[in-house]
């Protein structure tokens, strides 16, 4: 048994003998597979990196292109628009080429790009229609595909991995076309209340004309991708009911959004709008609304249909001076390109505050009526109306229809069914909405400092209508309809349900982003 025992440990020890050498192999096998996997590792982080840029890069190129889309100048034909659009996009991508915001030569390499413009059901039942060049879209789909260089996959054999990333952006807001828009202003006595909230620590038509600066700093002057717009020339527009008539507006060769500015009360038509942007500004000469009526006879005796006045039982005269609601016509020399900063040396940027002590001002000396500025306003987009161009109306005030027949609101005799009457002045500002709503205008109202709880819509009886209740009405849908509930003055339950930020800034901001952003969507959207 002692000698089977000092065997086995002979024999033993000839095995361990003989493994002399061999953990050195082991070892140097283990780092090699480590080694290994480092690399494997680096190189995926390498190439995982590549596809986030890359992917950003898609995003941003199709947010451009659906931009794009609708700022494609109207008179170019359809391949100039297909190349408009793609020179867009891909300036906001990865592809290696001078000028390219998002290309990066040190990873991503090889980069190719190529677009696809779709028309898609889903985003027309949301109102963006499939009219914009090039290709009758309403949608780009954007797709990159680009190689990374590996490091330590060179040993195995490969040099480079590519990758691909794809990309879809709607057009811009619910409409994709350009737009005109007409802004309007209350500058009754209540807009020099000061509102003294956080927000705005000013009177409140000095906070209405910052937003209407947001407005200016937002809306396309002319294609984005210009380094300038070119100089604007001026050309006689038309200003429609109540005053017919031409006035100056200021445009480039090839506009995208034309923004005109109105206000209520009316002004007299001689000295009507020098006084708004001309610095320093004063107070313009204001007139009653005086009751103006459509009437055919005017035309017979004339005098444009528009000039009748309700002061003589629908009777026309030659010495009519009916009230003028626009400041400054339709124009687009509000900026000097699609990325430059206000042009304070135009008039709409002045009278809209974007002057030194310049600016629209809240004269007052007239109580507040809504119907003949919203059909004043329909009236005028629709006499300058432009091919697949959209029209909108911006209307801020506190909401509280209340001019008096002293003030030309007396209905005559023989005035038709439509005319303004002297009383329901809430209902006939809701009614006249609705009707340009129904003729296609977008129709935002912002409720500022406006009533919920109480009726002080003073001609409204069955039914009464609150502030509020009659912003609210003239919105042309639920979420057209914003009010800044924390103003002084306000009424806290006076909430947009469908847009309830009360911020003004983030108002107007929220309204320019409905008219101006694309939009990223699934792939795969029909």
Known sequence: MKLNHECK???????????????????????????GAT????????????YQQLQAATQAAALAGGAALSAAPSTDSQSQAVTYVSNIATSYSAVQSVGNLNATSNLLQN???????????????????????PASANALQVTQTAQVPTTFAR?????????????????????????NVEIIVDTTSSMNDTDSDSQCNSSRISCALQGVQILLSTLSPCAAGLASCGSASTSSVNVATPASGTETAYNV?????????????????????ANDFTCPSTNPPITSYNGYFPNSSCTASGVPAACCTGRSAGSCSSTATPPVYDIVPLSSNFRTSDTAAV??????????????????????????????IIDSAQANLVANARPNTKNVMILISDGAANATTSQGMKEP???????YPSTGQCKQAVTRAQAAAAAGTIIYAVAYGAEAGTSQCSTDSSPTYTPCETMEGIASSPENFFSDYTAKGSD????????????LNQIFTEIAQDLTISRLIPNNTL
């Not at 980069?111 to 060049?133: D, E, R, Y």
């Not at 005799?413 to 005319?419: D, H, L, M, N, Q």
């Not at 806290?492 to 911020?503: D, E």
């Open 9 to 35: 440990e002979t024999i033993v020890r000839r095995l361990r003998g003989s493994e002399h050498g061999q953990s050195i192999t082991l070892m140097m096998i283990a780092i090699v597979g480590i080694l």
């Open 343 to 372: 042009n304070t040396a135009a008039d709409l940027v002045i009278a809209g505050g974007g002057g030194s002590n310049c600016g629209v001002a809240a004269p007052g000396g007239e109580g507040t009526f809504y119907a003949g």
């Open 492 to 503: 806290s339950s006076c909430i947009s349900a469908s847009r309830p930020t009360s911020n």
């Open 155 to 179: 040993v195995l054999g490969f040099n480079t991995w590519t990758i691909s990333s794809t990309a879809t952006a709607s057009a811009r807001g619910g409409f994709n076309g350009p737009y």
């Open 111 to 133: 980069v190719t790009i190529s677009f696809a413009p779709k028309c898609l059901n889903t985003l027309t039942g949301l109102g963006i229609l499939c009219t914009a060049s």
């Open 413 to 419: 005799s023989t005035a038709p069914s439509w005319a």
């Open 253 to 273: 060769s090839k506009p995208v959004d034309e923004v005109g500015l109105m206000v209520f009360p009316g002004l007299t038509k001689s000295s009507y709008n």
């Open 39 to 50: 690399a494997f590792v680096i190189d995926v982080g390498r190439v995982y990196f590549g």
